[in-house]
């Protein structure tokens, strides 16, 4: 029998997953939706890095910062500061595209930095955990 913090990790991946896919999508319909498919990335990053913190036994605050994030998981693990840079393109993203105001529509190359930021978070965390499988 799988332990739950095992599921519940391969949960929070998958949902990750998702949101990758999702992104993805979102950027090759006509016209793109880049500020949505941005968003995914954002949330494809935090996702997957709150299953890697869960499975570490780390607890997370309800935040959708990255940055703070990847602190929690240098402690767990000092390689993710590997991932300062992809905290730093993304935590904006959370926010920046989602609500009226202000509004600006990233362009091609800003969603391209966020979807490669995301992915590389992504399979950085998934090789970290090998024993969870993702369908």
Sequence with gaps: M???????????????KRDLRSADELAHVSPPLLDTAAY???????????????FNDVRFEKTHDIEVLISQACEVDATFCGC?????????????????GDYVEPDA??????????????????QKLPSISIS
């Design 109 to 126: 190359d800003e969603y391209r930095a966020a979807y490669e930021a995301a992915v590389m978070v992504y399979d950085f965390i998934v």
């Design 40 to 54: 995914h990335c954002q949330q494809a990053a935090e996702k997957a890095i709150k299953g890697f913190l869960l």
């Design 84 to 100: 300062c840079e992809a905290a730093r393109i993304l935590t904006p993203l959370a926010i920046e595209f989602r609500y009226p």
């Design 2 to 16: 799988r332990a739950a913090k095992e599921e519940l990790t391969e949960s929070w991946l998958l949902k990750a």
